[in-house]
């Protein structure tokens, strides 16, 4: 599951009694107001909105809670992206000796700024935060960083698909170049957005409170669940696997993937899909003034202070377990191999980068069955420079507009920042598809 009850972006303590204690505490504070499942779709939204909220708040109990260690232990942190910068400095704060180790020559992983110049910049990572995702405003409260509202969705922003051009909010006239009838649900009247809105509603009113327990306590799958966990999304809206609300005929599914983005996620799991889209159903998202970079500065002159050793252009090659309390990692650098020995290793790697080290003893069966059975969505940005804002002499002040081009999703910039601006993004997933 992409979804963490503590979110993607912060590392916690995982004994099996702090999680149980800590998700049972999240979950009654988010259904305290609601003592019976929700009778109506608003009341059912209302409730897994605030239990999303509560999931991804940031743990600031049990961070105060731990203790300071006598003796500092060494702990190596793999990784500089978020997850890594968190667990460096939240360890550094609490008195360990930490270093952390990027094979990049950058830190920030998939949170990239790109500069034109001083004032001109655009984002090739993460560019948007929800409101609910509490441990990332934790720390954009705690460094200070100034923040504005992203502009997410626009009805004056265009649909192109089939080779025709209309505002999203002119929806309709782009409904004959499909096949919008049965046999499969007619989507004749509704935008992309709606038809794709009750696909993602029906499925969403499965869950219930205890399922959130099922899956992020005990790690299993209720049994009312495993429907979408077996199919992809692109399997139950296309009716490959015929749930009970039924699917979209061919030109429908191409609709509805196309002109809301959707089409990403067609090979994902559909439950891993639903719960991506509670944490990201949040309507209220911000960006940083400056760009994500900002975020990912404030960390590194944090590490300074806190004394954090930061080694970047060091690739771990392999970890070894000598003993209970002794960990060796290696690492390439300019010079040649390098290792030092720790008292603890925490890898915060991607899946595929974590399953490219060297484990001696190799890790245990299942966790590599887990690692191999984590996949990517491949995609990638293009930030275009233009001289002048010219969308907004079209009307438009930002949100996206989709294609069924190469080109599949387009951002326009809401704020003016600076006098030369500008975006385009595309996702290579979808470009594979199209032979590009």
Same mark, same amino acid.
């Given at each position: ?89 939240? /360890? !550094?704060?609490?008195? %360990?000796?930490?270093?952390?180790? #990027?094979? &990049?020559?950058?830190? +920030?992983? $998939? ?29 954009i409260t705690k460094f200070n960083l100034e923040t504005r509202e992203f502009v997410s969705h626009n009805s004056d922003a265009y649909l192109y698909l089939r080779e025709q051009r209309e505002r999203i909010e002119k929806f309709r006239n782009l409904q004959n170049r499909f096949n919008l009838r049965p046999p499969g649900l007619s989507c004749i009247g509704l935008s992309p957005l709606d038809a794709a809105e009750q696909f993602i509603r029906y499925?969403?009113?499965? /869950? !219930?409170?205890?399922? %959130?327990?099922?899956?992020?306590? #005990?790690? &299993?799958?209720?049994? +009312?669940? $495993? ?76 590490l300074t202070k806190t004394g954090v050793t930061v080694a970047l252009d060091s690739p771990v090659t392999a970890i070894e377990v000598q003993s209970k309390s002794n960990v060796r990692v290696f690492w390439r650098t300019d010079r040649g191999e390098e290792h030092r020995d720790f008292d603890y290793v925490i890898c915060a790697t991607p899946a595929g980068a974590t399953l490219r080290l060297r484990f001696e003893p190799p890790l245990a069966a ?71």
């Open positions: 599951m992409s979804i963490q009850p503590f979110s993607p972006y912060h590392y916690v303590d995982l004994n099996p009694e702090r999680w149980e204690s800590r998700l049972d505490e999240l979950l009654s504070v988010a259904t305290a107001d609601h003592v019976r499942r929700a009778a109506d779709d608003l009341a059912q939204d209302e409730l897994l909105k605030e239990i999303i909220f509560e999931l991804y708040s940031f743990p600031e109990k049990q961070l105060h809670s731990a203790k300071t260690p006598k003796v500092p232990k060494k702990i190596c942190v793999i990784g500089g992206g978020i997850a890594g910068l968190t667990a460096a400095y939240e /360890l !550094s704060c609490k008195g %360990f000796a930490v270093q952390l180790l #990027e094979a &990049a020559s950058r830190l +920030g992983g $998939r949170m990239f700024t790109h500069h034109f110049d001083k004032d001109t910049y655009g984002e090739l990572g993460a560019m948007r935060i929800p409101a609910n995702h509490g441990c990332v405003w934790h720390y499925h969403m009113s499965a /869950l !219930s409170v205890s399922d %959130f327990r099922s899956i992020f306590q #005990e790690f &299993a799958i209720p049994p +009312g669940l $495993r429907v979408l966990e077996q199919f992809s999304l692109g399997q139950l809206t296309r009716g490959d696997y015929r749930s009970g609300f039924g699917y979209f005929g061919p030109d429908a599914c191409e609709y509805l993937g196309r002109g809301t983005g959707m089409v990403w996620f067609d090979q994902a799991s559909c439950l891993q899909f639903i719960l991506n889209e509670l944490a990201l159903k949040e309507p209220k998202k911000d960006e940083i003034v400056g760009g994500m970079v900002r975020l990912i500065d404030s960390f590194r002159d944090a299942q966790v590599y069955e887990a690692l191999t059975n984590v996949s990517y969505a491949s995609s990638g940005k293009t930030i275009v420079l233009s001289n002048e804002r010219f969308w907004e002499e079209d009307g438009i002040f930002g949100g996206g507009s989709y294609t069924d081009l190469a080109k599949t999703n387009m951002v326009s910039l809401g704020q003016q920042r600076s006098s030369t601006e500008p975006r385009c993004t595309s996702w290579l997933h979808c470009e594979q598809r199209s032979g590009c």
